[in-house]
């Protein structure tokens, strides 16, 4: 159910809806049933629990002809009229008496226990014995809030045992509904909307979708105030439905399957207008349009609606918006998540609905409505230039391999370069096909539509392990670092410190992802249900199996350089080691002291998407820092080797020159001056210098741990 928000307004409309589960149907039912069993019809007359002075005109705070006086918070306890059962009760407040109407009329009452051993061959027959009986006694049932959820209750054990519904079945419902949701229904409807327990709005709009996704074949049906229209659906859709709403769905290259539209004119009177934010009513808020469901077989990227205003006084801030089953723990909510406001021209609002998938969905267990497009395309662009970056890091690493992995030190390191920045790639590509299969939800056995189980899992699967390599392939550069800083007598060889990275680069994430998997996914709570492939929060807390290894590692790695540094400024690095071994040690200390906080930092603002899931800067800032995480490794695992930029300058082909030995022909800088621009941005001052260079030949040897 989706619609706009304006201003003081919400315009609704339904583009995708979210079926009511049926176990929730059932216990609904039986809560209902349990509740109506403990309203005990009051027989004989008015009964009454009056203070000592309360029949004393005087002194009495609400007086009126039907209940008499009282003071305030008296209460009596009245029967309810002919052909009903249970009681009412009126209450003193504020010098009026306040009525709670818990009577329910004996026809619905028995309906609703002969619909709970309905079965499909009696739905004909039943529904339109209801349909009859709503309409005869619409007077007193618009009037009664237990009496209009009691027939939604009806309703939904309907479309429970139904599996096809002809149109005859579809008119009594329509006609049933017709009158629940009337003008003279507001007040009850306003009194049921109040109780979070009955969730009547939803169970309502869920049946409907269900009884819709159940019609057979082609045909239009309508009551006063609603419009009911199913044809096929050929690539695209045009319809102007009842007058009021126009909804345009472009070429999509769907085709033979159906589309059904139902309009209701007045449900807006009856719908809350709760959001994500608040369940209470928002006296600044309405809904201001017709309110549409829209319910087709396929997943549509491209839907725009255009709406008529109700209230043309309201003019201000049109937000689109749809209804959102899951919101508020299930009791429903408005939401604009994948929706925008298009415009606002001659009291027409037109919206335009898509889905997009965010990067922030990595850590966030929700992201505000409103930032979803922004933090797309920071995603996406930052993706972008990340796989861009890793693969010319790739590249890179094999082009100079042979010429920095003269010695243990520097060969580990540069393993270790090479596997942080493959498993980020494969990362980035898995999230990548994550947020295409998002994009592309199943539908499930006709209900709702929702993440394809299988497909979405062995993404989530990957994301995980090759985020979790990324992180412990930090780990070993760091252990490294501990390793040749400070047990500077031991030694080991090249094929131990090998079999050593790799047990804890990708043997240690195996395991966390295949007990993550093992632990949740039998009951269906691995991934989440719901807005992207990804670890699952809200049921399983599956999300902890990255973030507590992931942080554990930034803050061993801080450990790490804490030592490494207290080492190194005592002693002085070049008293024990080589001087190439020293120039691979500056450069793996300068790597592990500017990544691990970077990504410690990206990390840790994922970790405040999920504690203040509101916050718009924190989303931001996660989504651009994570987002970038392949660029950061390129510039700083990388590019800020000078020996590898060293390697890089002497290799590359030099232009020909004419008198000018600094630009190309093509009036450009060379590649030579391109190393140098290089050269110059890691070029730093020493605050503690490794020892003077050996020759001219070698670079590197200033390198400095600390610069500025």
């Known amino acids: 159910m989706t619609g706009f928000r304006q201003g003081s307004t919400i315009v609704d409309f339904t583009v995708q809806t979210t079926q009511i589960n049926a176990d929730e149907i059932v216990n609904a039912n039986q809560n209902l049933s349990n509740s109506l069993k403990d309203i005990a019809p009051v027989i004989g007359s008015a009964s ?57 009329l004996t026809t619905i009452k028995r309906l609703i226990n002969v619909s709970q051993n309905l079965t499909e061959e009696k739905v004909p027959n039943f529904v339109m014995n209801l349909s009859q009986t709503v309409r005869e006694n619409k007077t007193e049932i618009v009037k009664s809030p237990l009496t209009i959820s009691t ?34 229904a507001t007040q009850s409807w306003a009194v049921l909307n109040a109780n979070d327990a009955l969730n009547t709005i939803s169970k309502l709009l869920g049946s409907m979708e269900t009884l819709s996704d159940r019609l057979v074949g082609e045909f239009s049906n309508s009551a006063q105030r609603i419009l009911l229209n199913r044809t096929m659906f050929n690539n695209s859709f045009y319809a102007d439905l009842n007058s009021s709403i126009i909804i345009d769905i472009p070429n999509t290259g769907i085709t033979n399957t159906f589309i059904t539209t139902i309009t209701f004119s007045t449900l807006n009177n009856v719908m809350p207008v709760r ?102 395309i920071i995603t996406y662009v930052g993706v972008g230039i990340s796989l861009a970056s890793l693969v010319i890091c790739l590249i890179i690493e094999g082009y100079v391999w ?49 993440l394809p189980v299988g497909p979405c899992s062995t993404a989530t699967f990957f994301m995980h392990f090759f985020y979790l390599a990324l992180f412990f392939w ?39 992802a295949a007990i993550t998997v093992a632990v949740t996914a039998p009951g269906h709570g691995y991934i989440r249900k719901t807005d992207g492939c990804w670890l699952n929060w809200s049921d399983t807390k599956a999300l902890l199996a990255l973030v507590i290894p992931a942080l554990t590692i930034v803050l061993i790695n801080m450990l790490i350089v804490i030592v ?52 718009k800067g924190i989303h931001i800032a996660f989504a651009f820092f994570n987002s970038l995480q392949g660029f950061f490794i390129l510039v700083f695992g990388t590019l800020s080797d000078s020996k590898i930029r060293s390697v890089l300058s002497r290799r590359l082909p030099r232009p020909t020159t004419g008198s000018n030995p600094t630009r190309s022909t093509s009036g450009g800088l060379s590649a030579s001056s391109g190393m140098n621009l290089i050269n110059r941005l890691f070029r730093k001052r020493s605050v503690h210098r490794v020892s003077p260079p050996a020759n001219s030949g070698s670079s590197g040897a200033s390198e400095s741990l600390v610069s500025s």
């Open 48 to 104: 009454a629990v009056f203070s000592e002075n309360s029949n004393n005109p005087s002194t009495a705070k609400c007086n009126d002809s039907q209940y008499g006086t009282g003071l305030e918070g008296d209460k009596k306890i009245v029967t309810c009229d002919q052909g009903q059962e249970g009681s009412k009760t009126v209450i003193c407040q504020e010098s009026t008496w306040k009525l709670q109407d818990n009577c329910i």
């Open 402 to 450: 042979k010429a920095v992995t003269r010695n243990s030190t520097a060969f580990m390191r540069h393993v270790s370069i090479v596997n942080t920045a493959l498993s980020l790639l494969i990362a980035d590509i898995c999230f990548i096909i994550a947020a295409a299969i998002a994009n592309n939800p199943l539908e499930n056995q006709g209900k709702d539509l929702t």
């Open 564 to 615: 490494v540094l207290f080492k190194m400024l005592r002693r002085g690095v070049g008293d024990i080691t080589q001087r190439d071994e020293r120039h691979t040690l500056v450069v793996v200390a300068r790597c592990v002291i500017i990544l691990t906080p970077l990504f410690g930092l990206t990390w840790s603002l994922g970790v405040g998407t999920m504690v203040s899931s509101t916050d």
């Open 474 to 512: 930090m780990l070993v550069s760091g252990l490294l670092l501990f390793y040749r800083t400070v047990m500077v007598f031991s030694h080991m060889s090249k094929s131990t410190m090998l079999a050593t990275g790799f047990s804890l680069g990708y043997g240690c994430p195996l395991i966390i």
């Open 151 to 184: 027939i939604v209750t009806i309703l939904n054990n309907i479309a429970n045992v139904s599996h096809t519904v002809n149109a005859t079945v579809m008119q009594d419902v329509l006609n049933t509904v017709d009158v629940i949701i009337g003008d003279g």
């Open 275 to 376: 959001n994500s934010t608040f369940n209470a009513t928002n006296k600044g808020t309405a809904i201001n349009a017709a309110v549409v469901l829209v319910k087709i077989n396929a997943t549509i990227k491209n839907v725009t609606l255009s709406y008529n205003k109700v209230n043309k006084s309201l003019t201000l801030n049109p937000q689109c918006v749809f209804w959102n089953f899951t919101l508020l723990q299930n009791l429903g909510a408005w939401d604009d998540r994948g929706c925008k406001f298009v415009s606002d021209i001659n009291n027409t609002v037109t919206c335009r609905c898509n889905h997009l998938t965010s990067f922030s969905l990595l850590m966030a267990t929700d992201i505000p409505p409103s930032l979803t497009e922004a933090l797309d």
